[in-house]
């Protein structure tokens, strides 16, 4: 019998019961692992245990493979039409919309964010991507190229098999369907591990996978560890294509193990150190705005944080005063008050991580301008921080932090920003704030980063593709781009009269 979760939510921004199996979800059933070992799921703002969860092992994954090509070669794949895999797709994304407030919930209670940041842009933003990709499914198809009137000569475009996914913590429900999304609307078969810190969401979307009807072995969630089940899933020889969202340490083992085992296809969303650059005419307002929910947007947890602020000269004394009043009336807090903006960071792990970073640039010789320590004496709170007075060459300036930190840098000129905003071996984002638009648009297509923000910072849609150049990435997420990530194109020559 699979772990079973049950918990009554009485919060001010939430009230309501949920129970569903914890279990791994493989063939279409809850089950225990293997090994019969179980994850400790913990809330981030106290440290406790929230509920235990299945752990799977790598004789899971090779299970839940087994089910996948199973459905793949019988109701998945080519046996299912593509009207057929965007109507159980509308049924996912319909759920989804019923039940938003309790999946919303289940992030902020195992993630931290809060409740509000939840349903509003992370249950939403699901939501429409499941919505856009149902859409798409009965819309993959190849071309017909002209060569001559004795032959007919047409591509297709067919489901790569059972492809793996591997997904990150900071925002588990939206990375489910970032992934999920394209894989199944092109008719794969899937084998998905979330992360162990924040399973919650993942889990019960198995529950609503049961109720819209997908066959068993669609769709496979094994919860466990990246050492163990991670390392299954990219160096498994039967799955042909590997997709992970996270650091770009881990990504270079994910591609090390595809290239190892059996040469699968790679994607990789990793990891970003944004620029956000604002100029003198920039509406002064709105970038304050824009830039202090491009850094401390989900606790700073964003790959795509914008936590390189560089501001020209002449207003550098203005933003910085009105972007510290701002960062000060953040109220940091309970993810289920009503009047919180951030919560607690999400593991201790992750906590520890960023209180290094904030004492490694107060050693290396930078101003702490406002915050830099923790927030009450128990859960992962951290003050929104701000640093000035630094130098290209500190960590804090490099190396990705994933947290409320950001830097706030002095430039003179166009080109002498450009070059700073280059210089890192990421190339996520990028966001550039001017009244001039044909100074925005030269600088955002002087940027070496996959997306550029024109007066905002951090908007995403499901219809524009999002990833990196350099260290941040391989492929994109979203839109049709991502579509071409899990098909196999075929062509086929057909002989009309053609004599040998």
């Keep these: 019998m699979s772990t079973h979760f049950t918990h009554e939510f009485d919060t001010p921004a939430y009230k309501g019961k949920v129970s569903f199996p914890t279990g791994l979800f493989i063939d279409g059933k809850f089950v225990d692992g293997s090994d019969k070992t179980t994850?400790?799921?913990?809330n981030p703002t106290n440290g406790k245990v929230i509920t235990k969860i299945a752990e799977a092992t790598a004789k899971d994954v090779d299970i839940a493979v087994e089910a996948a090509q199973r459905a793949f070669d019988t109701t998945w794949?080519?046996?299912a039409s593509g009207a057929t895999r965007s109507r159980l797709m509308t049924k996912l994304w319909e759920f989804m919309e019923r039940d938003q407030k309790i999946l919303a919930a289940l992030e902020a209670l195992d993630n931290g964010k809060t409740f509000q940041w939840a349903l509003d842009v992370d249950i939403a933003f699901s939501t429409d991507t499941i919505r856009y990709y149902s859409g798409w499914a009965d819309k993959i198809h190849g071309q017909v190229m002209e060569t001559d009137d004795k032959k007919l000569t047409y591509s297709r475009h067919e489901p790569i098999g059972v492809v793996g996914q591997i997904i990150p913590w900071n925002f588990p429900l939206l990375m489910w369907t970032w992934k999920i999304g394209p894989a199944l609307a092109t008719g794969n078969t899937v084998?998905?591990?979330p992360s162990e810190?924040?399973?919650l969401t993942a889990i019960y979307m198995c529950s609503l996978i049961q109720e819209a009807g997908f066959p068993p072995g669609v769709v496979n969630i094994v919860t466990g560890y990246g050492h163990t089940v991670g390392n299954a899933i990219s160096s498994h020889m039967k799955i042909e294509k590997v997709a992970f969202t996270g650091s770009t340490l881990v990504g270079r083992?994910?591609?090390e193990n595809a290239a190892k085992s059996n040469l699968k296809n790679v994607t990789l969303e990793l990891g970003g150190k944004s620029p956000n650059i604002i100029f003198n005419d920039a509406d002064l307002e709105q970038a304050v705005n824009w830039s202090l929910h491009g850094i401390f947007w989900n606790h700073g947890q964003a790959c795509c944080a914008g936590s390189r602020i560089f501001v020209q000269s002449?207003?550098?004394?203005k933003f910085l005063a009105k972007f510290t009043e701002k960062t000060k009336g953040l109220k940091v807090g309970d993810p289920f008050a009503t009047d919180s903006y951030q919560g607690p960071q999400v593991s201790q792990q992750q906590y520890d991580r960023i209180m290094s970073y904030i004492d490694s640039g107060k050693e290396e010789g930078a101003t702490v301008h406002v915050g830099g320590e923790r927030v009450g004496n128990e859960g992962y709170f951290i003050q929104p921080?701000?640093?000035?007075n630094t130098e290209p060459h500190m960590k804090i300036v490099q190396e990705e932090i994933f947290g409320p930190v950001g830097v706030v840098i002095k430039?003179?000129?166009?080109?002498?920003?450009?070059?700073?905003?280059?210089d890192t071996m990421y190339g996520l984002a990028s966001a550039v704030f001017s009244q001039d638009i044909n100074k925005a648009l030269t600088v955002a297509h002087r940027l070496r980063a996959g997306t550029a923000w024109v007066n905002c910072a951090n908007t995403l849609n499901a219809s524009v593709p999002f990833g990196g150049y350099k260290q941040s990435g391989i492929g994109r997420e979203l839109g049709e781009y991502a579509l071409h990530n899990y098909t196999s194109v075929k062509a086929v020559h057909v002989n009309l009269g053609i004599k040998m």
């Design 39 to 42: 994850i400790d799921v913990i």
């Design 197 to 199: 810190f924040t399973p």
């Design 191 to 193: 084998v998905l591990k």
């Design 385 to 388: 921080t701000i640093f000035t």
């Design 77 to 79: 794949g080519l046996n």
């Design 253 to 255: 083992k994910i591609m």
């Design 314 to 317: 002449g207003i550098y004394d």
């Design 411 to 422: 430039f003179e000129d166009e080109d002498d920003v450009v070059h700073q905003a280059n």
